[in-house]
């Protein structure tokens, strides 16, 4: 799209389906992250979140209600990781969709005995590639309480436009591939071992799963909790605040 005509829409967006004010404020009141962000980047982050609302369906289902205050509180969460980037990496998939609680989907796999296995594991969120984000609205509402579900599925989100979720998103030109490869995994290392030997974790462990997971649980802490992040790993730190194109924080 023109540079002229995409202008043109996100004005016309925000002049027809603006975020009430109120519902704005009860935005900043309930979120640390986002209030730690400059007036402009507010400003930004409402505008994106006005546009996601416009441009992906939300879905609630099983009698789930979603007013306008929720809307935006959902919105102005799953925009914060792209706040630098741009709606364009939220390309490729349309809709959110949201359970009351946590919801169980059936997963079906054959061993290699050719026997078909089914098991059923009670989940807060869940991404598909080029398929909607799920969530459970029990963890969208306590988002900031040490995890943030939204982040961590929008980061999938973010890590399958390079394909699967592999902890390797598309890096930007100046960024090193090699470096992020070998500052992500010395930094799950440290993880392992930490656990390992029983130290409280400074993330959340599940991040131990596989990479995918590791860089979303990273990147909930580098929005949420960023000293803590910066402090376990300033490697770590550095290469999500290059790859979300965010100011480091002071010291």
């Not at 925000?14 to 980047?41: F, G, T, Y």
């Not at 995890?147 to 090193?176: C, Q, S, T, W, Y």
């Not at 790993?233 to 290469?239: H, R």
């Amino acid at each position: 799209m023109l540079p002229f005509l995409s202008r043109w829409r996100e004005r016309r967006i925000l002049r027809h389906h603006p975020i009430a004010e109120a519902d704005w404020l009860a935005v900043l009141a309930r979120s640390e992250p986002i209030r730690r962000l400059d007036a402009s980047d507010q400003a930004r982050l409402r505008v994106l979140a006005t546009l996601l609302l416009h441009d992906k369906s939300l879905e609630p289902v099983q009698g789930l209600e979603l007013d306008p205050g929720k809307r935006a509180w959902l919105a102005a969460l799953a925009c914060l990781p792209i706040l630098k980037l741009g709606m364009h990496w939220y390309r490729g998939w349309h809709s959110f969709v949201i359970y009351p609680d946590t919801f169980v989907p059936e997963r079906e796999y054959v061993d290699e005995a050719g026997v078909v296995h089914r098991h059923h594991t009670p989940l807060h969120g869940e991404a598909w590639e080029q398929g909607p984000v799920i969530l459970a609205w029990e963890a969208v509402a306590r988002a900031g309480e040490s995890h943030n579900v939204v982040i961590h599925e929008m980061a999938h989100k973010l890590d399958m436009l390079n394909g699967g979720a592999n902890g390797f998103p598309p890096l930007h030109a100046r960024m090193n591939r090699r470096a992020w490869v070998r500052v992500l995994g010395s930094a799950f290392r440290q993880l392992e071992q930490r656990v390992r030997e029983g130290y409280p974790p400074p993330l959340d462990p599940y991040g131990l799963e596989n990479p995918g997971e590791f860089f979303a649980v990273a990147s909930e802490a580098f929005f949420e909790a960023p000293r803590r992040l910066r402090n376990f790993s300033p490697e770590l730190y550095q290469q999500l605040s290059l790859f979300y194109r965010q100011r480091p924080i002071a010291e």
